[in-house]
Each structure stands twice: as C-alpha cells, then as structure tokens.
Antibody, heavy 116, light 106 residues
Framework: EVQLVESGGGLVQPGGSLRLSCAAS????????VNWVRQAPGRGLEWVSY????????YYADSFKGRFTLSRDNAKNSLFLQMNSLRAEDTAIYYC?????????WGQGTLVTVSS | DIQMTQSPSSLSASVGDRVTITCRAS??????LNWYQQKPGKAPNLLIY???NLQGGVPSRFSGSGSGTDFTLTISSLQPEDFATYYC?????????FGQGTKVEI
C-alpha cells in the first residue's frame, strides 16, 4: 500500500526551527517527485516546495525562500523539510504529496504551531 | 504567479443534485489543471488530473472539463459522501497554485 507519513511537527516559539520528515513506503520512492503543501487553520491550500526525484532540482514559494530547505534521502525513502525563522503565520498542517504535476497520494499531515 | 479563482466559494445542494464548480486561471494553463476533494480533518484527495482524467477509484459521477483559462468540475448526482470542500490546482508552472476552495454543503 502506498503511504506517506509526515512527522516532526509541534509547538515552537517564533524565530525557532523545526525539521519535518515525510517517510514513504509501498512504492519506488526514488522514481517520484514530491511537493509540500500547507494549510493554515480554517484556510485553503498553499504550495510550499518541490523536489525532483533525484533531489537535484528544488523550488520554493517566495514566502519560504531563505527560511526553508527541502532535501531527500532516497536510500531511506525519506524527505526532510528544515524550517527556520518560523513565524506565527507559519502555523499550519504541512502535507507531503507524491507527484510533480499533481498529488496523487498525500500524507495525513503534521501540525506546526508557532506561538510563544 | 498564476492566480486561480474558484466560484462559487460555497454552495448549498441536495442529494441527487447536479453540481458545477468553476475555476479560472489568470493566464492560459493549457490542461494543467487538477481537482481535489477535502473532507474535514483529512488530506486532500485527487479527483481529476489534467483537466478531465478521472483518478483511479473516483466515482464516475465526477467529471472535469476545460482548457486554457476556464475549467469546470461537475458532480452529476450529489451523494451524501460528496459534501466536502473542492480545490482546483494548476501545474502549468513549477510552483503549484490552488483556488480558494468551494465548500459544498447541504
């Protein structure tokens, strides 16, 4: 069964850092591009970042450039989103989604709360 | 950035109704348009990809159409499990953008 499982969310103070993980199983992870999408409480979906199957190409939405870093370890079937300089407005559920043009499988999400 | 505008933002419908949701792109995106359904507390679920292709396992009452800047998602006969929020998403550019969502309520 195809699965994506996010972890690493939690409560962090403004200015702090968190590292989110996305663990994949049930498919050949190294064949797939992955996107991160977030959803603030009661709000819509917002694209965060993209990584190619090899990890050689990465894109970020402007709001996250310089603060977030996306990487992957294909040997461990895992993806990592390092988030620095977090702000209250970064409070959201963060999802990883398999696919480059569309997300055909999504994880359950991990909640990040930025608050003092 | 390509902006995606959905309408309506919400709608009330009954079981058995035909429902149509529209999505407009700020520039032509060919058919790089996808539709998702999201239920409360759950991740989005892909319904339609590349404008009109039904994702595996999705009931045939869902259909998509359009190209260029104007797209529609149609539910031919609304079922109780279809009450949810629907999002369009463009993948013409490397940075995805989503519509603001359409909440389908009873």
């Amino acid at each position: 069964e195809v699965q994506l499982v996010e972890s690493g969310g939690g409560l962090v103070q403004p200015g702090g850092s968190l590292r989110l993980s996305c663990a994949a199983s049930g498919f050949t992870f190294s064949d797939y591009e992955v996107n991160w999408v977030r959803q603030a409480p009661g709000r819509g979906l917002e694209w965060v970042s993209y990584i190619s199957s090899s990890g050689s190409t990465i894109y970020y939405a402007d709001s996250f450039k310089g603060r977030f870093t996306l990487s992957r370890d294909n040997a461990k079937n895992s993806l990592f989103l390092q988030m620095n300089s977090l702000r209250a407005e970064d409070t959201a559920i963060y999802y990883c989604a398999r696919g480059g043009y569309y997300g055909d499988r999504w994880g359950q999400g991990t909640l990040v709360t930025v608050s003092s | 950035d390509i902006q995606m505008t959905q309408s309506p933002s919400s709608l009330s419908a009954s079981v058995g109704d035909r429902v149509t949701i529209t999505c407009r792109a700020s520039q032509s995106i060919s058919t790089y348009l996808n539709w998702y359904q999201q239920k409360p507390g759950k991740a989005p679920n892909l319904l339609i990809y590349v404008a009109s292709n039904l994702q595996g396992g999705v009931p045939s009452r869902f259909s998509g159409s359009g190209s260029g800047t104007d797209f529609t998602l149609t539910i031919s006969s609304l079922q109780p499990e279809d009450f949810a929020t629907y999002y369009c998403q463009q993948s013409y550019s490397t940075s995805w953008t989503f519509g603001q969502g359409t909440k389908v309520e009873i």
